[in-house]
């Protein structure tokens, strides 16, 4: 995700319009199919990027507080934690016509 989106994805909920919202796919229950997929997507995607990159700074250290006060694992913690949650962003995404998707039967007729 760059940075530009991450500053235009609103951090708390707003009041969307649930007419609105499901004009795409004509049931909102169908939307938030789709906005709840996208999010455990991109969910996983966080947390495997998290994982990966404090891999990276992990030091191999057995003292209990010395991995406690490893100061880059800390910051790289509460960087994912202010970004905006994953229903926000697949959420935006959804609003901005950047999530695909298609109906089952549609997948079989094909």
């Known amino acids: 995700m760059n940075s530009k989106k991450k500053n235009a994805i609103p951090t708390e909920a707003i009041t969307r319009s649930t007419s609105q919202m499901s004009e795409a796919t004509g049931n909102l229950y169908e939307t938030v199919v789709v ?3 996208r999010a455990n997507q991109i969910a996983r995607e966080q947390q495997e990027e998290l994982k ?3 891999e990276e700074v992990s030091v191999g250290v057995d ?5 406690q006060e490893n100061k880059e ?6 960087y994912y934690e202010r970004l905006p949650k994953p229903t926000l962003v697949a ?20």
């Open 73 to 78: 694992q800390i910051e790289l913690s509460s």
């Open 52 to 54: 990966a990159k404090l």
């Open 35 to 37: 906005i709840a997929k």
């Open 91 to 110: 959420t935006y995404e959804y609003d901005q016509g950047e999530i695909y998707h298609r109906l089952q039967e549609e997948r079989k007729e094909k």
């Open 63 to 67: 003292n209990l507080e010395e991995r």
